[in-house]
Every structure is written in C-alpha cells, then in structure tokens.
C-alpha cells in the first residue's frame, strides 16, 4: 500500500470519528423516554488494518487503519432535576445521556489534528510522487 493509500485511511477514520462527536454533542440534552430508551453516548473502535507484527517482521507493507466499528461508550447517564420536564420521572429528574461536553470537545480538537497530520501527509507524498515522475522525464 502506498503512503497516499495508507493517509487516505487515516483520514476516512478521523472523519467518522468526527462524525460520532458530532453526533454525540447534538443528543447529549436528548431526555431519556420513560422506559428508559434514548440516546447511549458513542464511540468509534479504530486501529491497524492489518496485523501489525507483520509489518514489523517485514512480511508485509503497512495497510494504514480503518474503523473497526460503533459501540455504546458506557457512559451511562446522568439525571437531572427538573420537576417541570414531561418526562420527568416521580421523583422529578430527568435521564439524559452522560456525555462530557468537555471530553467531547478535547476529543474533536485531537481528531482534527490528526486529520489535518493525515492531509499534510497525502500532501508530501503526492509531492514526492511528482517530484519522482518529474525526474523520469529528465531521465
């Protein structure tokens, strides 16, 4: 796989890990129904596409990363008291998802960075790419 191969992936993870803080952020005022369904915060799994151990023997040319999947981060909720709310249970508190706005935001800075490393990285290696086909031709 090739380093403008490999970046790509980098940067198609960090974009859905963007995409589940987003997602995150927008339902964390979401009230849980009375039966308790509603929102559970997110998280992405992500890692090495392929084994890295390999890569590290020399067997095989690195494959870059990809999202393994979405699961519930176990955060829980938290209950708030609004005796108002309609969806207030008897005691007058409200279920909502227990979602760290700061963590959240920590989060969305981190992967941004990483997807902006990711562009720089596609970047000098589309550079290199024809910087190597420029030499050919004076070759």
């Given at each position: ?6 970046s790509r992936?980098?940067l ?12 995150n952020?927008?339902n ?12 559970q ?6 890692g ?22 979405v ?42 960075r ?24 004076q070759?």
């Open positions: 796989m090739d380093a403008i191969a490999i992936t980098g198609d993870v960090e974009w859905r890990r963007m995409e589940i803080i987003a997602l952020l927008a964390m005022n979401s009230a849980r129904a009375a039966d308790g369904t509603g929102f915060p997110l998280t992405l799994l992500s090495p596409a392929g084994n890295f151990g390999t890569v590290l023997e020399g067997q095989h040319a690195p494959a870059g990363v990809r999202a393994y999947g699961e519930p981060s176990g955060a829980g909720i938290r209950r708030v008291y609004e005796p108002g709310h309609p969806q207030a249970d008897a005691n007058g508190y409200v279920s909502y998802p227990n979602v760290s706005h700061a963590g959240e935001m920590a989060l969305m800075v981190k992967t941004a990483a997807y902006e490393a990711n562009l720089v990285a596609l970047a000098a290696a589309q550079q290199i790419y024809s910087s190597a086909l420029q030499i050919g031709k070759a």
